[in-house]
């Protein structure tokens, strides 16, 4: 689990999460991975859910990634959808 307080992202940006995991469509994310790091994965969006720490997207290989960690989707940056 992160360790960092949950930062809601903005409400178009998660539309566009949503988007993606309604057409199981494969996306390409990047995920900022501690100070520096960003990964990027190519995967299907199976479903967005909220836990206690924040709201994740569930990916199709099983992985969980908490939504303030997404710099963006098929080359939408978070940071162009301030809240």
Do not use: K, W
Not at 32 to 40: K, M, T, Y
Not at 59 to 68: A, C, E, Y
């Amino acid at each position: 689990m992160d360790d960092a307080p949950y930062q809601p992202i903005s409400c178009d940006f998660h539309d566009l999460l949503e988007a993606a995991a309604t057409r199981r469509s494969v996306v390409t994310l990047e995920i900022r991975e501690g100070a520096d790091a960003i990964e990027r994965v190519q995967a299907r969006i199976g479903d967005i859910v909220t836990r206690p720490d924040g709201e994740y997207v569930l990916l199709d290989s099983g992985r969980s990634v908490r939504l303030d960690r997404i710099v963006s989707i098929n080359g939408a940056l978070l940071a162009d959808y301030p809240e």
